[in-house]
């Protein structure tokens, strides 16, 4: 069936540390991961994204690592800051369809 | 681009009153999804759409709800008669080429039923 775990459900660190946040699926035909950023009473937003036929993908601060044989992919972020305060979540593409199935988020809060 | 509208922001109805949520997607989209987001299930899938057409609504909880698409700019989606247990916040969504592209989320409609 469709599953997508993420861990940790909350995350603490100090401002300018790394965060790292991980997403295991169990859809082998998954090809599509994706990573929403949700701040309070607000939408989910895209932050990055990775397809299967890559390994890493970074932007700035936010880098994606993506190792399909273990059906595992993670989010980095580096040099936090308080606005990185938010819930994030992971999405996996299912099969040959076109729904995204999200992991149960990770709440991060940085403290200055 | 005005991004993925959504009306009403919030909802507050008594038990067993008709509610609608209503959507207008980004345009040129071709994809349009309803998500559900609670404390407890997090963001469930509730329907979507392509080109108008519903392609899958295995999420949608029971006969109660309902969810159209007229045309390429806008879509509803009805809940009646409403229960408490539906109270959350739920999100319209559009994609250009479907779940393998990012999705475009609205601000959501707040539903709270007493």
């Known amino acids: 069936g469709e599953n997508v775990e993420q861990h940790p459900s909350t995350l603490s660190v100090q401002e300018g540390d790394s965060a790292v946040i991980k997403c295991t699926y169990s859809?082998?035909?998954?090809?599509?991961f994706p990573w929403y950023k949700q701040e309070l009473g607000k939408r989910p937003q895209l932050i990055i994204d990775?397809?299967?036929?890559?390994g890493e993908k970074k932007d700035q601060r936010i880098a994606v690592t993506l190792n399909k044989t273990a059906k595992h992919f993670s989010l980095h972020i580096t040099e936090t800051q308080p606005e990185d305060s938010a819930v994030y979540f992971c999405?996996?593409?299912?099969?040959?369809?076109?729904?995204?199935?999200f992991g149960t988020g990770t709440r991060l809060q940085v403290f200055p | 681009d005005a991004g993925v509208i959504q009306s009403p922001r919030h909802e507050v109805t008594e038990m067993g009153q008709e509610v609608t949520l209503r959507c207008k997607p980004i345009?040129?989209?071709?994809?349009l999804f309803w998500y559900r987001q609670t404390m407890m299930r997090g963001l469930e899938l509730l329907i979507y759409?392509?080109?108008?057409?519903?392609?899958?609504d295995s999420g949608m909880p029971e006969d109660r709800f309902s969810a159209k698409m007229p045309n390429a700019s806008f879509s509803t989606l009805k809940i009646q008669p409403s229960e408490p247990r539906d109270s959350a916040v739920y999100f319209c969504?559009?994609?250009?080429?479907?779940?393998?592209?990012?999705?475009?989320f609205g601000n959501g409609t707040r539903l709270t039923v007493t």
């Open positions: 345009s040129g989209h071709d994809y």
């Open positions: 999405a996996a593409s299912k099969g040959n369809t076109d729904k995204l199935i």
């Open positions: 969504a559009s994609s250009r080429t479907g779940g393998n592209s990012p999705l475009h």
């Open positions: 859809d082998s035909a998954s090809n599509y």
């Open positions: 759409f392509n080109n108008n057409v519903p392609i899958d």
């Open positions: 990775i397809r299967s036929n890559v």
